[in-house]
């Protein structure tokens, strides 16, 4: 798969088989995200991979509305660092570069034929607490990951360039 056939066919799974990730396929898709670039190159970011069914759940009961994430054989949290992020005036580059970093994880998802959900509305407390995260660590998105069943589906709209895109101004 070419990276634009990627970007235009990745999609949301809510809805995955029970069949095990290849390491292989992990692996590469992690890759992906670790060479994502980052402000000024920091890489203020850390993915825990979750397979243990046990804490899968625990995790998936803190994120409201996404309980087809236990369907999932894996679980990726993605964390930012924010010590380690760009800080300019009020605003910090982690959010943004786990995001860009996340970006990459889910579309070298895609091209191994695995599914992603980003899940970015979560009860962070607890959930930082199960994986031992410290303060100040973020979990910034969560993520199934697995095989997609032929239950999910594309999105059948996306917003015409015009009402996303302008030129020289905001318009």
Not at 3 to 23: G, H, Q
Not at 64 to 73: L, T, V
Request: proline share 10%; glycine share 4%; hydrophobic share 40%.
């Amino acid at each position: 798969m070419d990276f634009y056939e990627a970007i235009r066919c990745r999609r949301s799974v809510r809805s995955f088989k029970p069949d095990p990730v290849p390491e292989k396929s992990l692996n590469r898709i992690l890759e992906a995200a670790r060479c994502a670039p980052s402000s000024l190159n920091l890489q203020p970011w850390k993915f825990v991979v979750v397979k243990d069914p046990q804490t899968r759940h625990a995790i998936v009961s803190h994120c409201p509305g996404h309980d087809y994430a236990q369907e999932a054989p894996v679980l990726i949290v993605a964390c930012g660092l924010p010590t380690e992020g760009k800080i300019a005036g009020n605003t910090c580059s982690t959010v943004a570069d786990v995001a860009t970093a996340f970006a990459h994880f889910s579309l070298a998802a895609m091209a191994e034929g695995l599914g992603t959900c980003w899940i970015s509305a979560f009860d962070a407390p607890p959930i930082k607490q199960i994986l031992g995260v410290p303060d100040p660590v973020q979990v910034v998105i969560i993520s199934p990951l697995g095989c997609p069943t032929d239950e999910t589906v594309r999105p059948k709209h996306r917003k015409p360039m015009s009402e996303v895109v302008s030129w020289e101004k905001f318009a």
